[in-house]
């Protein structure tokens, strides 16, 4: 079974503070397959990486991506405060199947 | 710039069939683009459901299968969605979104994407 898990469920932070979310992959996925969005209240997500690492446009550079194999991580080196929302991570696989993770919630502390 | 707005029919009845239809502009939909469809449960994530190119191939949820048909129309310049024997448990917020020139091995990725269409099911 093709599997996307992220953590935390809930990050309570304050603005200015560190954002780090987890994104692990079973089985492995290739760094080109996965990508992050972001997703406000009664909005559709927006697309914030992919490729891992490759910000979209417009996206600040106070995002940023690493990883590799099976976990992956979406950082937000200092919070403002439109960026306390849902973050997704999403995989592609060769045999044609899109999957996502379950998100994490990033929350006002 | 590349839009893409869903519509129909916002209740439909247990048993009975969901259709939504995805208008494009900005962009031919005979471009060779993925035309997608992902949906979000109330309060849930978010889950694929379908893919279509224009030339009619398609590739859909292996759990929604045996329901799911996704169509493209390219004098309208729209992409459609239809999903059979609805439940309670297929009620969501139905967007539809691009692959650009398809997955590579360079880059795979869902942009831009529509508001979204909340279908209940309901009687």
């Known amino acids: 079974e093709i599997v996307l898990t992220q953590s935390p469920g809930t990050l309570s932070l304050s603005p200015g503070e560190r954002a780090t979310l987890s994104c692990r992959a079973s089985p492995s996925v290739t760094r080109s397959h996965l990508a992050w969005y972001q997703q406000k209240l009664g909005q559709a997500p927006r697309l914030l990486l992919y490729?891992?690492?490759t910000r979209a446009a417009g996206i600040p550079l106070r995002f940023s991506g690493s990883g590799s194999g099976t976990d992956f991580t979406l950082t937000i080196s200092r919070l403002e405060p439109e960026d306390f929302a849902v973050y997704y991570c999403?995989?592609?696989?060769?045999?044609?199947?899109?999957?996502f993770g379950g998100g994490t919630k990033v929350e006002v502390k | 710039q590349v839009q893409l707005q869903e519509s129909g029919p916002g209740l439909v009845t247990p048993s009975e069939t969901l259709s939504l239809t995805c208008a494009v502009s900005g962009e031919s939909i005979s471009s060779r683009n993925w035309w997608t469809w992902v949906r979000q449960s109330p309060g849930e994530g978010l889950q694929w459901i379908g893919e279509i190119i224009q030339t009619g191939t398609t590739t859909y949820n292996p759990s929604l299968k045996s329901r799911v048909t996704i169509s493209v129309d390219e004098a309208r310049n729209q992409f459609s969605l239809t999903l059979r024997s609805v439940t309670a448990a297929d009620t969501a917020v139905y967007y539809c979104t691009r692959v650009k020139a398809g997955c590579s091995t360079a880059s795979c990725y869902f942009d831009p994407w529509g508001q979204g269409r909340l279908v209940t099911v309901s009687s």
């Open positions: 999403l995989r592609y696989d060769i045999s044609d199947v899109y999957t």
């Open positions: 490729a891992t690492s």
